[in-house]
């Protein structure tokens, strides 16, 4: 059985964590209790001590909290409270936050908990050369709500660490794509962007700033049902998601593509402006 200290340095990063707006060693949590109980979260990125999109992080925590039928006792100013004293406490400028919140029953009185978490981000050669993704037969109950899935996650992590790729492509039964482990997916079929429909997915931040970003620059961008037999004939593809940002995929199972593809530089291009704003935008206030 993992100690306290072994489950800190694997799950968690910082020497704090705020719970129920207390500031708490991440040495005195009992953090197994995390791990024992279905609830909703949110992953955060932070880039310059600043959350990124935290207005639209809120919003979906907000939903994902509707969707498990419990109440929602919190204001956008709390949240953002115990982000930044999280971020403070810990010194911690560039990282992903995860908030928590049990989804045990509809009259939960657990409080938030949130705190900084390892994490792996795309390195430039990535960027450059793409990444390798392979498919899995698989779907979420609910995948409008971002509610913890310990099944659907260990059997993603094992396949990534076995195959030795990126991410895994959820496939239904049906052959019908609709999302990655922790990402969405888009492709590219000459000068179209497409992607699959929200109803079938859990909508990222990252993909909202995708269609407005299209929808500012005159990009054609289209949500329709996607098969697994498409894939052959798509020129590009890429994933978006917190960590990833907009990261260009080179192979799904057997089928490879082009990472140099214009359009799809251009959307990354944009989105990393997107971010720059947003940062500048937190900053000055």
Known sequence: MLKNNDLQSKHFRGDFLVSNGALIKCSNFEFEKLS??????????????????LEDHFERFERSIRIAAISNPFLFSEINATLQLLINSNSIENGNIKIVYPALSKTSTSGLTAFFIPHKYPDSEQYRKGVEIVTLIQSRPNPNAKISNPDLRKQADEIIANRNVFEVLLIEESGII????????????????????ESLILKGITREYIFKICNQ?????????IHQ???????ATFITGTSPKVLPVCKIDEYSYTTDNPLLLKVMELYNKEIDKYILKRKVQ
């Open 36 to 53: 024992k109980q279905p609830f909703v979260y949110e992953v955060i990125r932070v880039i310059s001590s600043v959350p990124l999109f």
């Open 178 to 197: 609709t999302e990655c482990s922790r990402a969405n997916i888009f492709f590219i079929k000459q000068d179209q962007i497409i992607t699959s429909p």
């Open 217 to 225: 620059n005159g990009i054609s961008l289209k949500e329709k049902i």
């Open 229 to 235: 037999s498409n894939l052959q004939h798509v020129n």
